[in-house]
């Protein structure tokens, strides 16, 4: 059974920087892609970022420029880099393992979840 605890979340202003990690346990997630998603309150659950077993990356247009999601699978931990953060990218964020090595955008395409890091930015 995979577990995926996230960490780094916190309170920001707007215009700062917070490093986001997930890690990895009880189960194979080198082979695997990884991605982070985030709900804001109301909102349905949505697509951040995303990296295949290969290294290759994949971001939603909001945060283009402004996250970098990273792995490092010899200590089996996924990253997400968040500058220039925005009120509007306050939310739950939750890391997630992808059912493929390729993974995708959407949330029927990973298969475990961690129990979310909440990231609030004031204005």
């Known amino acids: 059974q995979v577990q995926l605890v996230e960490s780094g979340g916190g309170l920001v202003q707007a215009g700062g920087s917070l490093r986001l990690s997930c890690a990895a346990s009880g189960g194979t997630v080198t082979t695997n892609a990884m991605g982070w998603f985030r709900q804001a309150p109301g909102k349905e659950c949505e697509f951040v970022a995303g990296i295949t077993w290969s290294i290759s990356t994949m971001y939603a247009d909001f945060v283009k420029g402004r996250f970098t999601i990273s792995r490092d699978n010899r200590k089996n931990v996924l990253y997400l880099q968040m500058n220039s953060l925005k009120p509007e990218d306050t939310a739950v964020y939750y890391c997630?393992?992808?059912?493929?090595?390729?993974?995708?955008?959407?949330?029927?395409?990973?298969?475990?979840w961690g129990q979310g890091t909440q990231v609030t930015v004031s204005s």
């Open positions: 997630a393992r992808g059912r493929s090595k390729a993974g995708g955008p959407t949330v029927g395409e990973y298969d475990y």
